[in-house]
Structure formats: C-alpha cells, structure tokens
C-alpha cells in the first residue's frame, strides 16, 4: 500500500517561510510528476505547483516568485519551498503524485498539512 506522508506544516507569522515536504512509503514506479495543492476553508482546491519528471515546473500565479517546487527523484520525494507567505497562503496543503501512460499508472494524495500564516 503506497502512501503519501506529508511533514512541514505549521503556524507562521507573514513574511515568513516553511518548507514541505511529501515522501512516498512502499514500492512506488517512478511518478510522470508531482504536486502540491492547497484548500483553503471554504475554497475549492487549487493547483499551486507541478513538477514533471524531467523538472520542468509550473506554478499557480499567487505564488509565482515565492514558492519552488522540487523533488527527488531518487527518493520520490517532492518538497514545496514557501517563502514570504501571506495570510492568504493559509490552507491545507496537499501532495500528489500520478503516473500516467503506463500498465502501471497511479495517482495517490497525501492527507494534507495545515499552514497558517497569522501575526
């Protein structure tokens, strides 16, 4: 059973960073690409990053220049570096990670860690 463990969350005053990180347990082929969305309290979730497994990126335009995504490939780890966090960047954060195009497609999801930015 491959599960996606999420680690880094927690309470940070505006301005600041914290860095997440989705590690994945069991035997798992190597994911197409990862992601970290976000769902904020009576939101829809929404998409904040991408990684493909050749490490081109895309990311969501509220936190273009603030937020980097990378991974291991080695250790099909994916970690979501969030600098000068806002308010509004509070949600929980989800990581995700799908194959696609293979016998051996998947697409599993963390259980989300909670970031909240307040003073």
């Known amino acids: 059973q491959v599960q996606l463990v999420e680690s880094g969350g927690g309470l940070v005053q505006p301005g600041g960073s914290l860095r997440l990180s989705c590690a994945a347990s069991g035997s798992i082929y190597s994911p197409s690409a990862m992601y970290w969305y976000r769902q904020a309290p009576g939101k829809q979730r929404e998409l904040v990053a991408r990684?493909?497994?050749?490490?081109?990126?895309n990311y969501a335009d509220s936190v273009k220049g603030r937020f980097t995504i990378s991974r291991d490939n080695a250790k099909n780890t994916v970690y979501l570096q969030m600098n000068s966090l806002k308010p509004e960047d509070k949600a929980v954060y989800y990581c995700n990670a799908r194959r696609w195009g293979t016998i051996n497609d998947y697409d599993y999801w963390g259980q989300g860690t909670q970031v909240t930015v307040s003073s």
């Open positions: 990684i493909h497994s050749g490490g081109s990126t």
